[in-house]
């Protein structure tokens, strides 16, 4: 009998739904809308929907999946599989889902932090194949990431470890979403880069990214590095900075972490030369030398299946 498993990634706009093998491989995938606004009990309707869709689209019986694994965003507590009221799932609080799947499909499940997930998959089946101390960072809307060391991965005290997007930059800077002032997510997050260019608009500065902006009118960090690649100074100068941003947070998680790698995925990458260089020299002017001698930076290479891949590798986890 081939060995499957279901890997589920959920986010406050859709659900990811995988089957896969042992070998990393995604033999059929589903994506549904998550709808969050209607709540947790449609939410977690359309959960088990996108289960049975995958289950069928694989032409395989619900017998033949021996785990499932499921990512979520925090805050969470991943040893009862409870969700604790996530800022993109509005209503969740204190929903016990592992159990509430478990009654449905009397399998071994894993209830576990999305960015930790995928950080998991990304260590087993992308870029951080082999490596033992591994870091996962995620750069687009916000920032996220997950820490492996030792081969295991970092979870903390209730599963909600290595939130790095919400480590201080600068506690006087602009307010995160979090709450806090100061975040890395609130200087360096595709939603930063875009808000930075909405402030030089406003006080005036000439350039041309108000001109390429999206049919509603919103100024995004693709419209920023479209600019910067018109050669618009604004744009250039923006960029810089979205470089020096990472390139120093960077030097805190090598610093906090030491990891051998730091795989960095998301929207962000999609961009990847036009920052990585001065992010680099940012990130080894500002860490220790002992941390980031050998510590290599590279662009993660599972892509947008990452959350889904992670998911199934915590399901894989629980039956090897």
């Known amino acids: 009998m081939v060995k499957l498993v279901v890997g589920l990634d959920l986010g406050g706009t859709k659900i990811a739904t995988c089957v896969m093998n042992e070998d990393g491989e995604i033999l059929k995938k ?110 687009s809307t916000g920032i996220g990431g997950g820490v492996v060391v030792n081969g295991k991965l970092l979870k903390g005290a209730s599963g909600n470890a290595a939130e790095i997007g919400h480590t201080t930059i600068n506690f006087e800077g602009p307010l995160c979403g979090c709450g806090n002032r100061g975040c890395w997510e609130a200087y360096a997050s595709g939603t930063a880069l875009a808000r930075f260019a909405r402030e030089g608009i406003k006080n005036g500065i000439k350039t041309i990214i108000k001109d390429i902006v999206d049919r509603e009118g919103h100024i995004k960090a693709e419209h920023v590095f479209t600019a910067a690649k018109q050669g618009d100074k604004f744009a250039k100068e923006l960029v810089d900075m979205e470089g020096f941003y990472l390139g120093v947070g960077l030097a805190n998680m090598a610093n906090s972490f030491n990891p051998n790698c730091i795989a960095i995925g998301g929207g962000i990458t999609n961009q990847w030369d036009m920052f990585y260089e001065h992010m680099i020299s940012i990130m080894q002017e500002r860490a220790l030398k002992a941390n980031v001698e050998g510590l290599k930076v590279v662009k993660a290479t599972l892509g947008p299946d990452v959350g889904v891949i992670g998911a199934a590798t915590l399901a894989w986890r629980l039956v090897q």
């Open 30 to 139: 589903v994506t549904l809308s998550t709808l969050a606004h209607e709540g947790p009990d449609a939410v977690i309707g359309r959960i088990i929907e996108s289960i049975y869709d995958v289950i069928r689209l694989a032409n395989i019986n619900k017998e033949d999946i021996l785990a499932i694994g499921v990512g979520v965003p925090g805050p969470l507590d991943s040893e009862k599989g409870l969700i604790k009221n996530p800022p993109n799932l509005p209503g969740w609080v204190e929903v016990p889902l592992r159990d509430i799947l478990y009654k449905e499909f009397k399998v071994p499940l894993a209830i576990e932090n999305d960015a930790n997930a995928a950080a998991l998959g990304e260590n087993i089946y992308g870029s951080g194949k082999g490596i033992k101390n591994f870091m996962y960072i995620t750069i």
